[in-house]
């Protein structure tokens, strides 16, 4: 995967917390740590989102999930 250059940021974020941050991330880099949280608050937006429009039928997908599990072996 190709990394891009991303952007500068300067932020405020109270020392505790960013231990904690640290901690929870397993990351060393504060701007690394950062990154890792900022991506999985994303991802998680994205798969809600995607979750509440399958349940608003917004895809058209013919095959039940039994259909899909006889599919599986």
Do not use: H, W, Y
């Not at 941050?21 to 949280?37: C, P, Q």
């Amino acid at each position: 995967m190709m990394k891009s250059e991303g952007m500068r940021i300067t932020i405020d974020i109270e020392d505790e917390q960013m231990v904690e941050l640290l901690k929870a991330t397993g990351e060393k880099k504060k701007s690394t740590a950062v990154n890792a949280v900022v991506t999985d608050f994303l991802k998680k937006r994205r798969s809600k989102e995607f979750g509440r429009l399958l349940r608003e039928g917004a895809f058209d997908f013919p095959m039940t999930n039994d259909d899909i599990e006889k599919q599986d072996v």
